[in-house]
Every structure is written in structure tokens, then in C-alpha cells.
């Protein structure tokens, strides 16, 4: 369970890392 939310956790803060990049693009 607490491997699960960090997976969970990484994924969100990758996702804002490619909205970002979008966004400068």
C-alpha cells in the first residue's frame, strides 16, 4: 500500500512537469 501512493504521488508530479513544459512550448 505505501509503495502504491508513492507511485501515485511521482505520477502527479511528473504530469505537472509536462503541463509545464507544454506550456513553454
Known amino acids: 500500500m505505501k ?3 508513492r507511485a501515485k ?3 502527479h ?3 505537472k512537469r ?3 513544459n ?3 512550448k
Do not use: E, S
Open 3 to 5: 509503495k502504491k501512493r
Open 9 to 11: 504521488m511521482a505520477k
Open 13 to 15: 508530479k511528473h504530469d
Open 18 to 20: 509536462l503541463k509545464a
Open 22 to 24: 507544454r506550456h513553454k
